[in-house]
């Protein structure tokens, strides 16, 4: 296919022009790479390649001053406002920093389309003190209208003197440099008469550039070539024409010279594909299967191009395109603050803005265990972060000093300092040891280059970031703060971009937008066609009203709208196969929904649009439940496990699900220990446990006394922090949630002792037989050739008006069916149920085989979250509705349990039976 530039050299090779006088002058550098090509591929002969740069080096050359980079220009600009405002007005940096960007756009447009500053200003002076007339001129003006009002006013000065100081240093931001264009076009042209000036590709242009070109034009040392077409231009209100329309009629060069040139490309045959995919990841899965069948079908990428709507979609799609995709240019950069390493930073200024004396152990483990950081703690044993996070983890420790965490990292104590040390709200210190830290990244990772290439890559860029950083904090004196430094760094780290190495002119071309000027394809795939994205739509980012633009003619947002308009329609132009691809689920709340464009297109009717809304390709499973055949080695696990002994738990964690059982007690899998930022549910259980046994344990084989009671409950206090601090271990529990659950658990013990005291009070005796007793007995097994040992402890074993009790303490709430049974088939099968009166039963089993009881006996659960209830006994109904029950155990009730147990233990080792996964929820 003839492209737009290959259209342009050959018109200039029929004019016989000498290409070695030229210079050509583009919308951006991309297209500089395919213009060598062209020239190249149609003049076929030796010849000294032609000057090719961009509209804004050419104007930089133009005025004779360098761009200054945004941050300078921030600085400089804060020296002239805090020159130029009464001291007891001046902001600090960081506060000033933003909205004086928006206020350095402004004074850009303002220069870039040539607007008298001091009218504006002048103006904008007035509106406010118009819109605010009912207090403005009130004689008694209160010192907050006074400084609204002067900020206006002193808008002028800050522009002069800014314009200023910046010449003085051969500096300028864009519009500056624009406007010192203008001022030596005349005597540029004078001087140039033996160059040629070829301007190609361009649409929307400022007020500057209009001047400065149509001075090179009438001077007959330029030519300019527009890329657009016919059907757009004659269409008044088509906006991808807007531009081109206006620079036809008023521009008095076109009264006599040809306009180049009006195609007609658009009207040509297309194919024209919109299609509707959920969410951004969708639309990148859907590029990567249409590209797999365009490669399936032998089709070549050479001329096929991905614009990005949204840019934000590229690492989604570069992680999503084939394999066998060939040869692939990105012209797009990618952008730093995307890549691994700007977490790590991101964290440390996190952290240390704050400038805390303790730090968060979230914060702490996501630095030690960040990819970049852990290489810097390998020793000869192992991996010190790794220690030093279970330590956290284990000991419960919400926050910890650096000064302990270099206790803890031994001989890495340095690095630790380098991470953790306080930056004292210091820039310099912050600065100096970020530095050091890329330093030590870099020496870890440099014994092997070969496979840490693209992280030295990532340090090589955030040195330079910092050293930039240095160089300002030296430079300037503003810099007083880390939040002040971490704003700075965030700017910085905006404009920054890792660049991609390919061959711009063979293979499958990724670009975004801005990139895609001038250039032309066969086959275009448009990603975010999305109101918001394409056209981005209005922003009303400006100090100067929309009003005062369109009285001075500036842009607003439909300029900016009807520059992507052109942009999109100037890439359909050519293109023989579109697949235009939007998002089908837009923001509820920000809008997003398909754009105008596509509307516009099935609108016009040039030509015919096919509609897709493409789905994901949602295959229906049955899920399979995990099946663990019992082998021969999980086969002697298990024998070990009989060796061991088998406990109440584990025989009620088999019944809830056989899969958890499997991984825990065959496999041995530990639950991953995390810090409890708040007291678990277990932890207080086993703290009220603890107490409990504390009180009581002293007291077996005595009689219970009111005595005894009361002298409990002067050691509540004491002895429940006693076991909140060994569970806890380091965790604070001096407030917050942590202090009503210590609380709660104090108020759990005196309610028991007063439900006691209570017993004794009606006249009950109570005997304390033992507590805390641990159980262990054996039992054989038809069908298994050794014997299984049951193991456990009892919470408590009392007399209770004669009557010898086993009770389960509880924590959580249970009900009193929970403990009731009716057909004894159902206890090993109904986990939730039938668990509670499996575990004491299986309990009093125990203690009967042991002779530690006698029948017939109760057995019950004392559930704190109801100890108003009292002790929950064990029953047997005759039925589900019945009202009346048997609350006594005896030789017939363990007996009915023992063959149950059997039951469910030969499960247990049968070998031909598998260990399968139940549906928990």
Known sequence: MLTFLNDVILDLKKKSEDFSKFTFILPSKRAGVFLKHCIAQELQKTLFVPKIISIETFVETLSGLNYATNTDLLFQFYNIYVSNTPKELVEPFDTFSKWAQMLLQDFNEIDRYLVPPNHV?????????????????DEHQTDYIKNYLSFWERLKVYYHKLNDELIAQKKGYQGLVYREAIDNIEQFSSVKTDEHFVFVGFNALNKAEEVIIQELLQNHIASIYWDTDIKFVNDPIHDAGLFIRSHKTQWKYFNKAPFNWLHDHYSSDKTINCIGVSKHIGQVKYIGELLSKLKGEHQSLNRTAIVLGDENLLLPLLNSLPENIGPINITMGLPLHAVPMSNLFERLFSIHASNRNTLHYKDVISILSNQFIKPLFNDSSGNLSDDIIYKIQHNNILYISANRLKELSGSKSDHMDLLFSSWNNNPDIALQKCFKLILAIKSSIDNDKKKNKLALEYLYRFNVIFNELIRLNNDFEYINSITTLFGLYKELLKSETLDFQGEPLNGLQIMGMLESRVLDFERV????????????????????????????????????DAVYTYHFYRLLQRAKYIDIIYNTEPDALNGGEKSRFITQLEIDKTHHINHYVVAPKIVTQDSVPVEVIKTEAVLNQLKKLAQKGLSPSSLTNYIRNPIDFY???????????????????????????????????????????????????TQIASTVLKHFEAEYREGDISQGKNLIIFEIAKHYILQFLDLEKHELAQGNEIKIIAIETENKTSITIDGIEFPIVLKGKVDRVDCHKGITRVIDYKSGRVEQGKVEIVNWEDLTTDYDKFSKSFQILMYAYMMHKEHKIELPIEAGIISFKKLNSGLLRFGIKDSERSKSKDNTITTDTLLAFEKELKKLILEIYNPNLSFVEKDVD
């Open 525 to 560: 795939i448009i990603t975010s066609v999305n109101e918001g994205i394409l056209p981005a739509g209005k922003s009303n980012s400006s100090f100067i009203p929309f009003d005062v633009k369109l009285e001075n003619k500036m842009p607003t947002y439909k300029e900016k």
């Open 663 to 713: 991984y825990e007690k065959v496999l041995g899998l530990e639950q991953h220990e995390e810090v409890e930022e708040n007291v678990a549910f277990n932890t207080l259980g086993t703290i009220i446990h603890n107490t409990l046994e504390d009180f009581y344990k002293p007291l077996e084989g005595e009689i219970l006394t009111t005595g005894h009671l009361d002298h409990m409950k």
């Open 121 to 137: 200003f002048d103006y904008l002076n007035a509106i406010k003190k118009i819109e605010h007339q009912h207090w403005s001129l």
